[in-house]
């Protein structure tokens, strides 16, 4: 063999080496969530959820960060083509137990192929009204969802498409609509927009905290409100969803100084509606 067929299978070999750990781990599944819908609910409820995501296969649970949140999976009743009950895929009863803080926590799956990344999870308050969600059917106007004031509502935005809500508001009361979107990983840009009982707009929002709207007004009269959200692109499905609250409470923007030394005493601005 001579010296230069020699440095040939050399270097071939040498390339083979370098290039195969780099297309092994290539090939290994990443689980991945892009969305649990509705991604959040009540201190002391039970909510079933869904998932939507990459190499989510043989999935047996899901994993909070607070041991009071727990999750069994949905099973279904044997029927003629399924002769014993089985896990529905992506489906899972979520238990929020009352020792759970309000506020946000992660989520991962757990399958065939490990842990996936993480989601958010919101838990709300138990008091005030319960959570609704509105998966489709609310597109126009003459379709728009009923809501109430302090009730969460769990949306998600079809392509082209605008979702409608009602809500009944008295003459003379201020009320704050928060969309949260991108600070619960969802993909949405949302757009917010309040129109009164005439159909004038009287607020509109978008990108006020991150990308998330909220709209601030003051009823002018009685009547029945209606809120329009939308996606910037009016991008649509499963990753483009929503938690949404119409709420006559307090709200704080910010805090200054914005940290303190424990122990100590001092002067702090609060700033908000």
């Known amino acids: 063999m001579d010296f230069g067929r020699q440095a ?19 090939q290994l599944p990443s689980p991945e969530i892009e969305a649990i ?64 803080p309000a ?15 993480p989601r ?3 838990v709300s308050p138990r008091e005030g009204p319960d959570e609704a969600t509105v998966a489709e059917g609310n597109e126009t106007i003459e379709t ?22 009602k809500l009944t508001v008295h003459k003379g009361q ?12 969802s993909r949405i840009d949302a757009i917010l927009s309040v129109f009164d009982p005439s159909g ?3 607020a509109a929002s978008l990108n006020e905290i991150g990308l998330d709207p909220v709209a601030d007004f003051t009823a002018p009269a009685d009547g029945e409100y209606l809120i329009k959200v939308s996606d910037y692109l009016y991008n649509g ?11 006559t409470t307090p709200w704080l923007n910010g805090v200054f100084p914005p940290a303190g030394t424990p122990g100590s005493r001092q002067k702090f601005t609060l700033y908000g509606r």
């Open 8 to 26: 040939r299978i050399r270097l071939s070999l040498f390339a083979l080496l370098a290039v195969s750990p780099a297309v092994a781990l290539a």
């Open 200 to 202: 004038k707009e009287i």
């Open 144 to 165: 728009a969802a009923p809501i109430e004031l302090e009730q969460t509502i769990n949306a998600k935005t079809a392509p082209n498409r605008s979702d409608h809500y």
């Open 103 to 117: 506020g946000m926590h992660e989520v991962r799956s757990i399958g065939r192929f490990g842990l996936s990344t």
């Open 37 to 100: 819908f509705p991604p959040g609910g009540k201190v002391g409820m039970t909510v079933e959820v869904e998932l939507t995501g990459t190499d989510l296969d043989d999935l047996t649970g899901l994993r909070f960060t607070h041991p009071g949140i727990t999750a069994q999976p949905v099973i279904l009743p044997a029927d003629e083509i399924w002769p014993e009950p089985r896990h529905d895929g992506l489906k899972f009863t979520v238990q929020i137990a009352d020792s759970v």
């Open 174 to 185: 201020r009320v704050l609509v928060h969309v949260w979107g991108e600070r619960i990983d």
């Open 237 to 247: 499905g499963p990753p483009f969803y929503y938690r949404m609250l119409a709420t």
């Open 120 to 122: 958010f999870f919101v």
